[in-house]
């Protein structure tokens, strides 16, 4: 019963954003990122690779071997954050541009990650890039897995030189609807960075880049394939899923999408349940582990109910500048039980010799109710009255300002393919 209402209200939660809105959002989020690559093309020209200098610290992230990297605590530090400039870094799409978009504060930047038993070494764009030389890493999943994608990027661009990167090109900004997959190239590095658009891991109704809605969830349980065959050349995938199975529940086709007549209505934690058990089977029979490491991001925190920090219930992260201090702050919208599906998802697989490792930035993601956007970003439909009138109703506390929160779960994610790539 308890179980229940929590659902009712995360749903709630989502209704924050105005129906119609959550379209517009979602539309926008790729016509923007097409007009930001479209003027990012850059050149391909010939100039030799330079030679490695970095080759003598293989060990830097030796030292964090046995330490949780995901138990510890925010700790303000001017000093190395922020790791890039906003204005400096050019891939970054309205949704995530806080600062382009009116906020006005930055201590939301500055806050470290300080693992209780270890100290996350400093991060290095160029060892980074020349350890990750020849390799294709490839984020798969919703906006929030893209808002890790461009964090990355961002990251590393800044020290390759114009003309030695390429950021994915889309001929006709009206036709970035179709595209799926986004690509950032480092030439000198031969590394490739990319993002594939898949909510909720197998087809569904919200496959289309811009298409979509996130009411009435229709899912084709057993075609994976669709999407899956893209990801297969990868030496890295970092997967995540969680925001879209937040409707109570959803709908199970067997046969395919269009020809919808056999079907079941199902709670969203048996659909996920569900797809993340054809997940794992295609991951186990399709990826070869020899040579693809796989992660899994948990889910992450959102921040619409100012009540879980003692603000009022009508409050949420809008004009938050300070992260919650409070340790173990667990916010009401997260699903526990979703994470543990996953946990026991990725269990299984381990059983069965496939490692997929959890990435665990949950709790490090709740007390971060600072890092949102919340109206400091670009909205693709125009506001209502009732809207401006209070700005909470359109904050959007689901995605997260860069620089940010994510480039702290890209710093954790690459001590673990680093270490990997050893
Ligand atoms: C994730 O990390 C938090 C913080 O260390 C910990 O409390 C929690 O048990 C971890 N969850 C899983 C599933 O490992
Ligand atoms: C860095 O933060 C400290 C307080 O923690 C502050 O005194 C100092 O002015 C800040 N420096 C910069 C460059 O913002
Ligand atoms: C947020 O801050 C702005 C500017 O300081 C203020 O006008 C507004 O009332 C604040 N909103 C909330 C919900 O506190």
Redesign the pocket.
């Given at each position: 019963m308890e179980k229940k209402k929590r659902l009712v209200k995360i749903w709630d939660v989502k209704h924050m954003f105005e129906s119609s809105l959550i379209i517009f959002f979602i539309i926008g989020a790729l016509t923007t990122t097409a007009v930001y690559y479209v003027n990012t093309d850059e050149q391909y020209t010939s100039t030799p690779a330079s030679p490695a200098t970095v080759a003598h610290s293989p060990s830097v992230y030796d030292s964090l071997e046995g330490c949780?990297l995901?138990?510890?605590k925010w700790v303000h530090d001017n000093d190395t954050y922020p790791l890039y400039k906003e204005q400096e870094c050019p891939y970054i799409p309205g949704e995530f541009a806080c600062g382009q978009y009116g906020r006005m504060d930055s201590k939301y930047q500055q806050w470290r990650w300080q693992p209780h038993d270890c100290s996350l070494p400093r991060f290095d764009a160029k060892q980074v890039l020349e350890k990750l030389r020849g390799k294709r890493i490839m984020f798969v999943g919703d906006s929030v897995n893209r808002n890790q994608w461009v964090s990355i990027v961002c990251m590393l661009q800044a020290v390759i030189p114009p003309g030695r990167k390429k950021m994915h090109k889309i001929q006709e900004v009206k036709q970035v609807q179709d595209v799926s997959l986004l690509t950032f190239k480092a030439f000198d590095y031969d590394v490739s960075i990319d993002f594939y658009w898949a909510p909720l891991l197998v087809e569904s109704n919200a496959d289309h880049p811009t298409k979509h809605k996130r009411t009435d969830r229709i899912v084709h349980i057993h075609s994976i394939e669709k999407h899956a065959k893209n990801w297969v050349n990868a030496d890295v995938l970092v997967f995540n899923s969680y925001l879209w199975w937040g409707t109570p529940t959803l709908k199970i086709l067997y046969d395919s999408l269009e020809d919808s007549t056999k079907y079941n209505v199902v709670t969203n934690h048996r659909a996920y349940r569900m797809v993340l058990r054809i997940w794992s089977k295609w991951v186990r029979t399709h990826i070869n582990h020899a040579r693809t490491q796989s992660y899994f991001m948990?889910m992450t925190a959102t921040h619409h109910k100012g009540i879980d920090w003692g603000m009022q219930d009508n409050e949420n992260c809008l004009n938050e500048t300070e992260p919650v201090t409070k340790e173990?702050f667990w916010e009401s919208g997260s699903d526990l039980k979703m994470?543990?599906t996953?946990?026991l998802t990725l269990n299984n697989l381990k059983e069965r010799g496939v490692d997929v490792k959890?990435m665990?930035i949950?709790?490090?993601t709740q007390y971060r109710k600072d890092g949102h956007p919340s109206i400091h970003r670009l909205f693709y439909s125009t506001l209502k009255a009732k809207q401006l009138s209070n700005p909470s109703r359109y904050a959007d506390c689901t995605h997260w300002c860069l620089p940010g929160v994510p480039d702290i779960w890209n710093e954790l994610l690459l001590a673990y393919i680093l270490r990997g790539l050893k």
């Open positions: 949780d995901f138990s510890g948990s173990h994470m543990k996953l946990e959890m665990n949950t709790q490090l």
